[in-house]
Protein backbone atom coordinates (compact mmCIF):
# COMPACT_ATOMS: atom_id res chain seq x y z
CA UNK A 1 0.00 0.00 0.00
CA UNK A 2 1.24 3.55 -0.39
CA UNK A 3 0.62 6.15 1.67
CA UNK A 4 1.06 10.32 1.58
CA UNK A 5 2.86 10.89 4.68
CA UNK A 6 4.33 7.90 5.66
CA UNK A 7 6.75 5.06 4.02
CA UNK A 8 5.83 1.46 5.01
CA UNK A 9 7.42 -1.78 3.77
CA UNK A 10 8.16 -5.06 5.45
CA UNK A 11 11.81 -6.70 5.80
CA UNK A 12 11.28 -10.38 7.46
CA UNK A 13 8.82 -10.04 10.47
CA UNK A 14 9.62 -6.69 11.07
CA UNK A 15 7.02 -4.26 9.56
CA UNK A 16 8.58 -0.75 9.05
CA UNK A 17 6.70 2.84 9.44
CA UNK A 18 9.01 5.83 8.42
CA UNK A 19 7.24 9.02 8.91
CA UNK A 20 7.55 11.09 6.22
CA UNK A 21 6.76 15.03 5.84
CA UNK A 22 10.42 16.23 5.98
CA UNK A 23 9.20 20.02 5.13
CA UNK A 24 7.52 19.50 8.36
CA UNK A 25 10.10 17.99 10.18
CA UNK A 26 7.38 15.28 10.00
CA UNK A 27 4.75 16.93 12.14
CA UNK A 28 2.14 15.14 13.13
CA UNK A 29 -1.25 16.14 10.51
CA UNK A 30 -4.46 14.24 10.79
CA UNK A 31 -3.63 12.45 7.02
CA UNK A 32 -0.50 11.13 8.84
CA UNK A 33 -2.34 10.16 11.88
CA UNK A 34 -4.60 8.10 9.76
CA UNK A 35 -1.96 6.41 7.74
CA UNK A 36 0.42 5.50 10.78
CA UNK A 37 -3.00 3.92 12.28
CA UNK A 38 -3.45 1.99 8.51
CA UNK A 39 -0.34 0.70 8.30
CA UNK A 40 -0.10 -0.09 11.99
CA UNK A 41 -2.67 -2.00 11.81
CA UNK A 42 -2.48 -4.00 8.58
CA UNK A 43 1.01 -4.93 10.00
CA UNK A 44 -1.07 -6.39 13.02
CA UNK A 45 -3.73 -8.30 11.09
CA UNK A 46 -0.69 -9.74 9.83
CA UNK A 47 0.26 -13.07 11.09
CA UNK A 48 3.52 -12.38 9.31
CA UNK A 49 4.64 -9.89 11.19
CA UNK A 50 5.90 -10.02 14.91
CA UNK A 51 7.47 -6.35 15.76
CA UNK A 52 6.61 -2.78 14.04
CA UNK A 53 9.36 -0.32 13.76
CA UNK A 54 8.06 3.57 14.11
CA UNK A 55 11.33 5.90 12.87
CA UNK A 56 11.39 9.31 11.55
CA UNK A 57 14.23 11.06 9.51
CA UNK A 58 17.89 11.83 11.11
CA UNK A 59 16.28 15.06 12.40
CA UNK A 60 13.45 14.50 13.51
CA UNK A 61 11.41 11.32 14.50
CA UNK A 62 8.37 14.02 15.15
CA UNK A 63 8.41 17.49 15.61
CA UNK A 64 4.72 17.29 17.30
CA UNK A 65 0.91 17.80 16.51
CA UNK A 66 1.19 19.85 13.22
CA UNK A 67 0.15 23.33 15.20
CA UNK A 68 -0.61 25.38 11.23
CA UNK A 69 -3.49 22.47 11.15
CA UNK A 70 -4.85 22.98 14.94
CA UNK A 71 -4.28 27.20 14.98
CA UNK A 72 -7.79 28.03 13.74
CA UNK A 73 -9.69 25.14 15.66
CA UNK A 74 -12.48 25.88 18.69
CA UNK A 75 -12.74 23.73 21.71
CA UNK A 76 -15.64 22.55 20.08
CA UNK A 77 -13.91 21.21 17.01
CA UNK A 78 -11.11 19.71 18.81
CA UNK A 79 -13.24 17.93 20.91
CA UNK A 80 -16.48 16.80 18.36
CA UNK A 81 -13.93 16.13 15.47
CA UNK A 82 -11.88 14.15 18.36
CA UNK A 83 -8.80 15.51 16.74
CA UNK A 84 -6.27 13.19 18.01
CA UNK A 85 -8.82 10.02 18.59
CA UNK A 86 -7.24 7.74 15.91
CA UNK A 87 -3.98 7.64 18.21
CA UNK A 88 -6.08 5.37 20.55
CA UNK A 89 -6.13 3.36 17.53
CA UNK A 90 -2.29 2.92 17.41
CA UNK A 91 -1.50 2.87 21.06
CA UNK A 92 -4.11 -0.38 20.90
CA UNK A 93 -1.87 -2.57 18.22
CA UNK A 94 -1.22 -5.65 19.89
CA UNK A 95 2.40 -6.20 18.11
CA UNK A 96 5.22 -4.69 19.83
CA UNK A 97 6.29 -1.75 18.66
CA UNK A 98 9.90 0.02 18.36
CA UNK A 99 10.34 3.74 18.10
CA UNK A 100 13.46 4.64 16.84
CA UNK A 101 14.08 8.32 17.84
CA UNK A 102 16.69 10.51 16.07
CA UNK A 103 16.30 14.41 16.09
CA UNK A 104 13.36 15.92 17.41
CA UNK A 105 10.62 14.50 19.20
CA UNK A 106 8.54 17.12 20.60
CA UNK A 107 5.16 17.32 21.55
CA UNK A 108 2.70 14.99 19.94
CA UNK A 109 6.08 13.27 18.71
CA UNK A 110 7.72 12.71 21.79
CA UNK A 111 3.83 11.64 22.71
CA UNK A 112 3.82 9.28 19.88
CA UNK A 113 6.56 7.71 20.51
CA UNK A 114 5.48 6.76 24.53
CA UNK A 115 2.74 4.72 22.38
CA UNK A 116 5.17 2.15 21.58
CA UNK A 117 7.19 -0.27 23.76
CA UNK A 118 10.97 0.20 23.42
CA UNK A 119 12.37 3.79 22.79
CA UNK A 120 15.51 3.50 21.22
CA UNK A 121 17.04 6.55 20.80
CA UNK A 122 19.84 8.12 19.03
CA UNK A 123 22.25 10.15 20.80
CA UNK A 124 20.84 13.36 18.98
CA UNK A 125 17.53 12.79 20.14
CA UNK A 126 15.95 15.49 21.88
CA UNK A 127 12.46 15.00 23.71
CA UNK A 128 10.20 17.87 25.20
CA UNK A 129 6.59 18.55 25.71
CA UNK A 130 6.63 22.06 24.67
CA UNK A 131 3.07 22.72 24.12
CA UNK A 132 3.30 25.28 27.19
CA UNK A 133 4.79 27.46 24.86
CA UNK A 134 1.94 27.50 22.90
CA UNK A 135 -0.50 28.37 25.18
CA UNK A 136 -1.39 24.59 25.38
CA UNK A 137 -1.20 21.23 27.49
CA UNK A 138 -0.36 17.97 25.70
CA UNK A 139 -2.86 16.30 23.90
CA UNK A 140 -2.19 13.08 22.93
CA UNK A 141 -1.59 11.65 26.37
CA UNK A 142 1.72 12.92 27.11
CA UNK A 143 0.45 14.81 30.63
CA UNK A 144 -0.40 10.87 31.82
CA UNK A 145 2.10 8.86 30.34
CA UNK A 146 5.11 10.75 31.12
CA UNK A 147 4.56 10.81 34.79
CA UNK A 148 4.18 6.96 34.31
CA UNK A 149 7.67 6.66 32.26
CA UNK A 150 9.45 9.67 34.41
CA UNK A 151 7.97 10.17 37.57
CA UNK A 152 5.98 13.21 38.50
CA UNK A 153 8.76 15.70 39.38
CA UNK A 154 10.59 15.23 36.18
CA UNK A 155 7.57 15.15 33.98
CA UNK A 156 5.98 18.51 35.69
CA UNK A 157 9.30 20.47 35.12
CA UNK A 158 9.30 19.21 31.84
CA UNK A 159 5.12 19.82 30.61
CA UNK A 160 5.17 22.77 32.55
CA UNK A 161 9.02 24.82 31.15
CA UNK A 162 8.12 23.00 27.94
CA UNK A 163 11.96 22.71 28.04
CA UNK A 164 13.93 19.75 25.74
CA UNK A 165 16.41 17.02 27.20
CA UNK A 166 18.86 15.38 25.56
CA UNK A 167 19.36 11.43 24.95
CA UNK A 168 21.58 10.97 28.00
CA UNK A 169 18.99 13.01 30.14
CA UNK A 170 16.33 10.90 28.60
CA UNK A 171 17.92 7.93 29.32
CA UNK A 172 18.73 8.43 32.98
CA UNK A 173 15.37 9.56 33.64
CA UNK A 174 13.61 6.18 32.43
CA UNK A 175 12.23 7.55 29.05
CA UNK A 176 14.21 5.92 26.37
CA UNK A 177 15.18 2.10 26.59
CA UNK A 178 18.33 2.57 25.35
CA UNK A 179 20.55 5.50 23.43
CA UNK A 180 23.21 4.27 20.46
CA UNK A 181 25.35 6.55 18.53
CA UNK A 182 23.05 7.84 16.00
CA UNK A 183 24.67 6.27 12.76
CA UNK A 184 23.79 2.70 14.33
CA UNK A 185 19.83 3.82 15.22
CA UNK A 186 18.17 1.88 12.34
CA UNK A 187 20.55 -1.20 12.23
CA UNK A 188 20.17 -1.69 16.27
CA UNK A 189 16.59 -1.04 15.64
CA UNK A 190 16.13 -3.87 13.12
CA UNK A 191 17.99 -6.08 15.31
CA UNK A 192 15.98 -5.69 18.48
CA UNK A 193 12.96 -6.12 16.15
CA UNK A 194 14.11 -9.11 14.42
CA UNK A 195 14.95 -10.47 18.02
CA UNK A 196 11.62 -9.94 19.37
CA UNK A 197 9.93 -10.80 16.11
CA UNK A 198 11.40 -14.30 16.76
CA UNK A 199 9.37 -15.33 19.21
CA UNK A 200 6.07 -16.93 19.60
CA UNK A 201 2.99 -13.96 18.58
CA UNK A 202 0.78 -15.39 21.52
CA UNK A 203 3.04 -14.43 23.61
CA UNK A 204 4.26 -11.21 22.36
CA UNK A 205 0.85 -10.24 22.85
CA UNK A 206 0.31 -11.76 26.10
CA UNK A 207 3.20 -9.70 27.15
CA UNK A 208 2.36 -6.30 25.35
CA UNK A 209 -0.84 -6.51 27.24
CA UNK A 210 0.29 -7.43 30.77
CA UNK A 211 2.38 -4.98 30.33
CA UNK A 212 0.10 -2.68 29.27
CA UNK A 213 -2.34 -3.48 32.22
CA UNK A 214 0.86 -2.27 35.03
CA UNK A 215 0.53 0.83 33.72
CA UNK A 216 -3.28 0.90 33.36
CA UNK A 217 -4.42 -1.04 36.81
CA UNK A 218 -3.87 -1.56 40.54
CA UNK A 219 -1.51 -4.29 41.45
CA UNK A 220 -3.87 -6.44 42.28
CA UNK A 221 -5.75 -6.20 39.43
CA UNK A 222 -2.75 -6.36 36.76
CA UNK A 223 -1.93 -9.43 39.15
CA UNK A 224 -4.76 -11.34 38.15
CA UNK A 225 -4.44 -10.11 34.46
CA UNK A 226 -1.25 -11.81 34.51
CA UNK A 227 -2.11 -14.96 36.06
CA UNK A 228 -4.72 -15.40 33.21
CA UNK A 229 -2.63 -14.04 30.68
CA UNK A 230 0.14 -16.86 31.73
CA UNK A 231 -1.89 -19.82 32.18
CA UNK A 232 -3.41 -19.48 29.16
CA UNK A 233 -0.16 -19.68 27.15
CA UNK A 234 -0.33 -23.27 28.71
CA UNK A 235 -2.87 -24.03 25.74
CA UNK A 236 -0.74 -22.83 23.00
CA UNK A 237 1.38 -25.00 20.72
CA UNK A 238 4.40 -22.42 21.14
CA UNK A 239 4.25 -23.40 25.22
CA UNK A 240 4.81 -26.83 24.62
CA UNK A 241 7.37 -26.42 21.79
CA UNK A 242 9.41 -23.94 23.68
CA UNK A 243 9.37 -25.84 26.74
CA UNK A 244 10.67 -29.52 25.17
CA UNK A 245 13.21 -27.31 23.00
CA UNK A 246 14.41 -26.17 26.18
CA UNK A 247 14.38 -29.93 27.69
CA UNK A 248 16.30 -30.99 24.80
CA UNK A 249 18.89 -28.37 24.38
CA UNK A 250 17.88 -27.08 21.22
CA UNK A 251 16.68 -23.99 19.58
CA UNK A 252 12.84 -23.13 19.48
CA UNK A 253 10.81 -23.80 16.22
CA UNK A 254 7.44 -21.56 17.10
CA UNK A 255 4.56 -21.38 14.66
CA UNK A 256 2.93 -18.67 16.18
CA UNK A 257 0.32 -20.79 17.44
C1 LIG B 1 3.78 22.30 11.94
C2 LIG B 1 6.08 22.43 11.98
C3 LIG B 1 6.11 21.88 13.29
C4 LIG B 1 4.84 21.55 13.90
C5 LIG B 1 8.13 22.27 12.67
N1 LIG B 1 7.36 22.64 11.65
N2 LIG B 1 7.40 21.80 13.69
N3 LIG B 1 4.93 22.63 11.33
N4 LIG B 1 3.73 21.79 13.19
N5 LIG B 1 4.76 21.00 15.13
C6 LIG B 1 7.79 23.21 10.35
C7 LIG B 1 8.25 24.64 10.47
O1 LIG B 1 7.15 25.52 10.46
C8 LIG B 1 9.12 24.78 9.26
O2 LIG B 1 8.35 24.94 8.10
C9 LIG B 1 9.76 23.40 9.15
O3 LIG B 1 8.92 22.51 9.88
C10 LIG B 1 11.15 23.36 9.76
O4 LIG B 1 11.07 23.84 11.10
P1 LIG B 1 11.99 25.03 11.65
O5 LIG B 1 11.29 25.61 12.82
O6 LIG B 1 12.36 25.96 10.55
O7 LIG B 1 13.27 24.23 12.10
P2 LIG B 1 14.32 24.60 13.29
O8 LIG B 1 14.57 26.09 13.28
O9 LIG B 1 15.44 23.67 13.12
O10 LIG B 1 13.53 24.29 14.64
C11 LIG B 1 13.12 22.99 14.93
C12 LIG B 1 12.13 22.99 16.10
C13 LIG B 1 10.95 23.94 15.77
C14 LIG B 1 12.82 23.45 17.39
C15 LIG B 1 11.64 21.55 16.30
O11 LIG B 1 10.43 23.62 14.47
C16 LIG B 1 9.81 23.85 16.72
O12 LIG B 1 9.86 24.39 17.83
N6 LIG B 1 8.71 23.20 16.30
C17 LIG B 1 7.50 23.12 17.09
C18 LIG B 1 7.65 22.17 18.23
C19 LIG B 1 6.39 22.11 19.05
O13 LIG B 1 5.94 23.12 19.60
N7 LIG B 1 5.78 20.93 19.14
C20 LIG B 1 4.54 20.76 19.86
C21 LIG B 1 3.40 20.95 18.94
S1 LIG B 1 1.86 20.87 19.79
P3 LIG B 1 8.28 26.35 7.30
O14 LIG B 1 7.47 25.98 6.09
O15 LIG B 1 7.61 27.30 8.21
O16 LIG B 1 9.72 26.69 7.04
C22 LIG B 1 1.62 19.24 20.08
C23 LIG B 1 0.42 18.98 20.89
C24 LIG B 1 -0.13 17.60 20.88
O17 LIG B 1 2.32 18.38 19.68
C25 LIG B 1 -1.57 17.75 21.25
C26 LIG B 1 -1.87 19.09 21.87
C27 LIG B 1 -3.14 19.78 21.53
Not at 106 to 135: H, K, S, W, Y
Request: net charge negative; proline share 3%.
Amino acid sequence: TEYDTILAETRGRVGWITLNRPEALNALNTQLMRDVVAAASAFDADPEIGAIVVTGSERAFAAGADIKEMEGKSAQEMLDGDHFGDWALFAAVRTPVIAAVAGYALGGGCELAMMCDVILAADTARFGQPEINLGVIPGMGGTQRLVRAVGYYKAAELVLTGRMMDAAEAERSGLVSRVVPAGDLLAEAEKTAEAIAAKSLPSLFAAKAALDAALESSLADGLRFEKQAFAALFDTADQKEGMAAFREKRAAAFENR
